[in-house]
């Protein structure tokens, strides 16, 4: 799809639903248990400067770096290729169970769930950011333009970086969500990162977006 034009964008409540739906039920899911692996999901057109079809097959991706401590918090989440440096707010879930995103005027913050695993630690740590705003666009809106073999490091508040590796990126319908293929492991035992938002096409008589984007990422390394 085209680029979505900032200032045809509408109000903050279609932000929220298109990420509320994506985390629902979140407090029933059980981040700490491994799964089988999980297979590579759909890849279409999402939100962003560039459509997810047509990729070049996945490059030769790194071997996984053993998982940090799990007693730091994130700070900061960098992806460098689309000049991200945002800080990271701890969430939680709202009563019908949905990932409370960060508030609207922090639109270039990101939002971890706190209640799940750390960035670095083993198990998958979640983190959901705005797409866009009422003017203009958010912290995410160019995650669908990531490839496999991109970089995105977390800065955690041991002074250590957990430096992760994206290994896929989907985008995945409302009629086709599912929470364990999208949060669940794609390996036991690994340190594991999903970056989400919105994606596919904002539908205004729904008051929605049709679907997420999901990034996949892993722990290949560290820095001070």
Known sequence: MPEQDPDRT???GRLVTGIAWAALLLGLWLWGREATDVPDGIAGPATGDMAAAGRPPHPALPPAHRPLGPDARPRFLDIPRLGVHAPVLARGLDPKGALRPPPFDR????????????????????????VDTETRPAVFYKLSTLRPGGTVRVLRDDGRTAEF?????????????DARRAYGPHRPGRAELRLITCGGVYDRAGDRYTANVVVSAYLTGTGP
Not at 109 to 129: D, K, Q, S
């Open 10 to 12: 509408s109000g903050p």
């Open 107 to 130: 639109s270039g913050a990101v939002g971890w769930y706190a209640a799940g695993a750390r960035p670095g630690a083993a198990g998958t740590a979640l983190m959901v950011g705005h």
């Open 165 to 177: 590796t994206v290994d896929d990126v989907q985008v995945i319908t409302r009629e086709h969500f």
